[in-house]
């Protein structure tokens, strides 16, 4: 190669590097698109809105929440996948895209090619509820309840090999307890069956059963958080009933299509984070019992390979499949 061909490879490259960084310097010039592959007034939806209210506010544009439910978030996640690299459409992804790749023989995206984690963002712990009408008002007793009426119980959860489902497969599992599962579209389909006594018990987000608990048409058992909920502090977390180190949460995110500018990437992260951090977003997301996280761009990319391979160990154990 040529000295000349080689001060013209530096001279590219480094135009490539300062047009990439005018470009994070004038992004956003125009509104973002935050995709919520899940319904509205959904437990998503409600901390999606929060954050998207707040970024716009910092960026100086709207961020306008669309929502594209579906198929356990993957039609949304696939829209995604496919918009422009650009920085104006976003994913706000919950954990269940961690679970898609074990669950669905062909996904209509590969999760770890299209694309690039910005943030992790809040985790929404999952509640253990039961009807009024079960006689146990702790873990203990509902475990020696369902041990003694084998085949009897019946768990809803918001859909098959949903976080909903598989936490309460894995206490099923973990407590030897002989259940029957109905998966439903959805956490409100759920949650209303309960309430109605069609089923006995299930592990939903807190956000989605508060109501009920609070006017006592369902009974809280656990909290599935590592440490015990400021909104329900006497209430025990899985890991003090029995379950020691056992953890799962409802957790989000923000992800962009894969050949997203870099400079956009860290910029967007700077301002979710620093959104997280503010004092009327935590008091917004505490009402609906979400806890804010926050993140580098690496510590979520790592969180998300992370996820993936627990997931898969679970679904694996479960037998649950989804064409």
Do not use: C
Request: no cysteine; aromatic share 6%; hydrophobic share 45%.
């Amino acid at each position: 190669m040529t000295v000349i061909s080689r001060r013209a490879l530096v001279a590219a490259a480094l135009a490539l590097t300062a047009a990439g960084g005018a470009f994070a310097q004038a992004w956003p010039t125009k509104p973002i698109t935050m995709v919520v592959p899940f319904p509205p007034g959904g437990p998503t939806d409600l901390v999606a809105r929060v954050l998207a209210q707040k970024l716009g506010e910092q960026l100086g544009q709207n961020v306008i929440v669309d929502n594209k439910g579906g198929a356990n978030g993957n039609i949304g996640a696939q829209a995604v996948a496919r918009a422009p690299a650009d920085g104006y459409t976003i994913l706000y992804n919950t954990s269940s895209i961690t679970l898609s790749p074990a669950l669905y023989k062909n996904l209509p995206y590969n999760l770890e090619k299209d694309f690039a984690p910005v943030a992790l963002t809040a985790v929404v712990p999952l509640a253990l509820v039961v009807h009024p009408s079960i006689p146990a008002n702790n873990v203990k007793e509902f475990v020696a309840y369902a041990k003694a009426n084998p085949g009897k119980l019946t768990y809803g959860s918001a859909g098959n090999g949903n976080v909903t489902h598989l936490g309460a497969f894995q206490f099923v599992q973990a407590n030897g307890i002989d259940a029957v599962h109905a998966p439903f579209k959805g956490s409100a389909p759920a949650d209303v069956a309960l309430v109605a006594g069609e089923i006995q018990f299930l592990t939903d987000t807190i956000n989605s059963v508060m109501p009920f608990i609070k006017d006592k048409r369902l009974k809280l058992l656990a909290v599935t958080s590592a440490k015990r909920m400021s909104l329900f502090p006497d209430t025990p977390t899985l890991a003090e009933s029995g379950m020691p180190g056992f953890e799962v949460g409802a957790w989000q995110g923000v992800m962009v299509p894969a050949a997203t500018p870099k400079a956009v990437v860290d910029r967007l992260n700077a301002e979710i984070n620093k959104a997280l951090n503010n004092p009327d977003v935590k008091a917004k997301l505490a009402v609906q019992g979400a806890e804010p996280l926050g993140s580098t761009v690496p510590e979520y990319a790592a969180y998300v390979k992370k996820e993936i391979a627990r997931w898969a160990q679970v679904v694996k154990a479960s037998g649950v499949t989804i064409e």
